[in-house]
């Protein structure tokens, strides 16, 4: 592998305690809504995807010891190096984001499906494999979630494929499914039971029929 | 920006992103926070006068996001689908039209499902490969919910997390864990609490909490979260 995210976390050891935070609190530096509104405002600009932005985040290898928004912004600064956006001749912003246009703008969003250019392969209550390994590329199967049999519950029509999205490969639209695992299938039958069922959002290529 | 990135070697070992964010303003983090503000003004100038940011619709994203896009949009979807019975079914069955027929459209909540509790199921909300939360109708995530604690135990040790917020499920309700791995965002629909017959539907809403509508609350619960939410969250 020579792709390497660091946040893919799901099922890892993290003894950390979780913090509960009040919902008025959303930010804890005068710096960090700054990051927040660059990273948003810098969207319509054109000079990165969502998903380039985030494989630049996962793939930074300090990631663990970084705040979020520190993580945000040290993703914003290795992509603006990378798209030439801070050299001498800057490619020209696709739309730059005026104080008038932010309401509609955020209000607008950007949906990501598309048209499908093919027949669905999977449909509800369909037994499915994901795929056993990860791809070497930005990808939105997390390990735990790999080579595991489980039920496709929901389709959502065909969206943006992040696996080529952010390698500026094209959008090449996939089916997206729930699936849906029993607990024991992903961690084992040895650990503790807990009542649960867990649903990744999978993409037809990350799926076998099983 | 190379002269920006000495503190990218990281925080004194002891710190998680977790404890970073809530001891900000201990002594030794004080040259952390100036170097970070330095970066971000410097990446800000950078971008204006490269002509990608006009900085003053930085202020009014902040502002949007710190007093009109937040989870009391997320609470009157709540609401409105416990007093009428067919908008809660619209919901169940097409939460982005729903959800838009409130005025609650955009950025991140383009694509929505609500799943909704039950005496039989609960539903809890993570990513544990980022941090995609519906913010169109809850605005910017928590930072727990970003938190590599959170997303590493959501999916295998629900009930442990649930029990960090104060929620304590009986052994027989099902707990159905949807991971966001994709652009699909997710909001819970809260168990409507009993004895609330009485209450209108703005009142109604006033219960609804954040963490109810992600999972690690229940309405009407003395869960920890919510309590922290009353004494604190006040504005």
């Not at chain 2, 920006?4 to 002594?27: L, R």
């Not at chain 2, 971000?40 to 009109?68: H, N, S, W």
């Not at chain 2, 499920?169 to 966001?180: C, G, M, N, V």
Request: aromatic fraction near 6%; glycine fraction near 8%.
């Amino acid at each position: 592998m020579s792709y390497r995210s660091y946040a893919d976390l799901g099922g890892q050891s993290v003894r950390d305690p979780i913090v509960p935070e009040p919902e008025g609190e959303l930010f804890h530096a005068p710096w960090e809504p700054r990051v927040m509104a660059l990273v948003v405002a810098m969207g319509p600009t054109g000079m990165s995807n969502i998903d380039m932005n985030r494989a630049a985040r996962e793939t930074l290898p300090n990631y663990r010891e970084l705040s979020y928004y520190e993580i945000w912004l040290a993703a914003l600064e290795k992509l603006a190096q990378e798209k030439g956006v801070l050299s001498d001749s800057p490619p020209a912003p696709k739309l730059v984001l005026r104080a008038d246009l932010v309401a509609p703008v955020i209000r607008q969003g950007s949906p990501f499906a598309r048209a499908p250019t093919a027949h669905a392969r999977y449909a509800p209550g369909d037994r499915v494999r994901t795929i056993t390994a990860q791809p070497d590329n930005h990808t939105r199967l997390p390990a735990y979630a790999c080579g595991k049999v489980g039920t496709v519950e929901r389709m959502h029509g065909a969206h943006v494929f992040p696996d080529t999205n952010a390698h500026g490969l094209g959008e090449s639209p996939q089916w997206l499914y729930t699936v849906a695992f029993e607990e024991a299938e992903l961690w084992g039958a040895r650990q503790p039971r807990q009542g649960s069922i867990i649903s990744v959002d999978a993409f037809e290529p990350y799926l076998e029929p099983a | 920006m190379n002269e920006h990135h000495p503190n990218d070697a990281g925080p004194p070992a002891q710190h998680s992103p977790t404890e970073h964010s809530h001891a900000g303003h201990s002594h030794h983090e004080a040259p952390r926070a100036a170097a970070l503000e330095l970066r971000v003004r410097a990446l800000e100038q950078q971008l204006t006068a490269k002509g990608y940011i006009d900085p003053a619709a930085l202020d009014v994203l902040i502002d949007e996001y710190q007093t009109k896009i937040g989870p009391r949009n997320g609470a009157r979807v709540v609401a409105r689908a416990w007093c009428d019975a067919e908008f809660r079914r619209w919901l169940l069955s097409d939460a982005t039209a729903a959800i838009a027929s409130l005025g609650l459209t955009g950025r991140q909540g383009e694509h929505m499902v609500a799943v909704e509790n039950t005496p039989q199921v609960h539903n809890l909300v993570v990513c544990t490969l980022c941090s995609c939360y519906p913010w169109a109708v809850l605005g910017l995530p928590p930072t727990w919910y970003k938190s590599a604690p959170y997303r590493a135990r959501a999916v295998k040790d629900p009930r442990g997390v649930l029990r960090e917020f104060g929620v304590e499920l009986p052994p027989t309700t099902q707990i159905r864990i949807w991971d966001s791995t994709a652009e699909v965002r997710y909001l819970v629909l809260p168990q409507r609490p009993a004895g609330s017959e009485h209450l209108s539907e703005a009142q109604l809403a006033a219960l609804v909490t954040r963490d109810s509508m992600i999972g690690t609350g229940l309405v009407g619960s003395t869960a920890l979260g919510d309590a922290t939410d009353a004494i604190d969250g006040a504005p």
